[in-house]
């Protein structure tokens, strides 16, 4: 089984990325597809007029503060603008796909985060009113069932928290607590990047492998998010981790044919 993680920043085309899958497939391939939509997020919020703002945890790592107005805009974009073009692009390439939520029959539970310690313009704050959360179970059995049937689900945030109420969550660590729980053999990361780059400016820096260690990745542009999810993955099982380049042509096959960074 394959997981693949479609990037949410400008510059990754799903259409690409959904032919490559249509194709794998078709060849007899199980594959979840999992995306965010970053980018479709920040657009949506500019148009709606709600600012956007980035919490810095005390580890250094970055996220969306999803205040209420927020997590509203998170599900018209996810649910409403970027799980469509992904699920037209596979029925037109003669894929059963469906699309779901950590809301669908409670696919992904979460523990919602109470109050976070984040960092904000320099100042150490208490945010109260952040509606996210950390993945703690994924229905495998639901996913196996459509798997089993020929059906390639789509999954994305929100999740559900204890109340049943939704809460964001990010999509690297969706995708890796995905491939755990289904025991995959290799969850692929797309990006808008060649892979893991030794230096952030120089897209030739390309890095074949790298080895991760215990301390946090302290990594700009969600890059340490991604590489906290590969972590989750590689410890709960999965056999391989690749970060890869979601922009080319056919870009699943050329990571499972050796293109991106592999993770250990
Ligand atoms: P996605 O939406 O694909 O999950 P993110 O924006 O969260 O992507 O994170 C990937 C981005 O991180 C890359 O597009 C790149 O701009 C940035 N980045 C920061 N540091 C690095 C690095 N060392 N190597 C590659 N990309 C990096």
Known sequence: LLVVKIGGAAGVDPSRVCTDVAALVHRGRRIVLTHGGSASVDELAGALGVPQRELLSASGVRTRHTDPATLRVLQLALLGEVRPAVLGELGRAGIRAVGLSGLDANLLRAERRAAIRAIIDGRRVLVRDDHSGRITSVDGGLLRLLLDDGVTPVV???????????????????????????????LVFLTAAPGLLADPADPASLLAEHALGDETPKMGGGMGVKLIAAREALRGGVETVIIAD???????????????????
């Open 156 to 186: 994305s945030p929100p999740a559900v928290a204890e109340d049943g109420r939704p809460v964001n969550a990010n999509a690297d660590r969706i995708a890796a607590a995905v491939a755990v729980e289904l025991k995959a053999r290799t």
């Open 246 to 264: 979601g922009r080319t042509e056919d870009p699943v096959t050329r990571a499972l044919d050796g293109g991106g960074t592999r993770l250990r």
